[in-house]
């Protein structure tokens, strides 16, 4: 399996426990502005899930309990952000 779809998969996981997440999902659904359809219907997409990993990565908090849930390393979110589309660093210097 390549990067990207390694990202991807790990960006699934995340929605997935996100969903499971009762009082993360209306805080991501409400700064998204994503409706529950929405979830299904872009699930496939990959800007969606570079989306999902954009909002799991505001707060350490929920890195370390996505993280500790699913039984990833606390720095695989990032890494599947930056093999997703957007998800490049920029650097200003």
Same mark, same amino acid.
């Given at each position: 399996?390549?990067?990207?779809?390694?990202?991807?998969?790990? /960006?699934?996981? +995340?929605?997935?426990?996100?969903?499971?997440?009762?009082?993360?999902? *209306?805080? =991501? $659904? @409400? /700064?998204?502005? +994503?409706?529950?359809?929405?979830?299904?219907?872009?699930?496939?997409? *990959?800007? =969606? $899930? @570079?989306?999902?990993?954009?909002?799991?990565?505001?707060?350490?908090?929920?890195?370390?309990?996505?993280?500790?849930?699913?039984?990833?390393?606390?720095?695989?979110?990032?890494?599947?952000?930056?093999?997703?589309?957007?998800?490049?660093?920029?650097?200003?210097?």
């Amino acid at each position: 399996m390549g990067e990207r779809e390694s990202a991807e998969t790990l /960006a699934l996981r +995340a929605l997935g426990w996100l969903i499971g997440e009762e009082d993360l999902l *209306p805080v =991501f $659904l @409400g /700064a998204t502005g +994503a409706g529950e359809r929405d979830l299904r219907d872009h699930a496939a997409d *990959p800007e =969606f $899930l @570079g989306s999902v990993l954009d909002f799991l990565l505001m707060d350490d908090a929920w890195v370390v309990r996505f993280c500790d849930g699913v039984g990833v390393g606390y720095d695989a979110p990032m890494r599947a952000r930056a093999a997703l589309p957007g998800g490049a660093q920029v650097h200003w210097t």
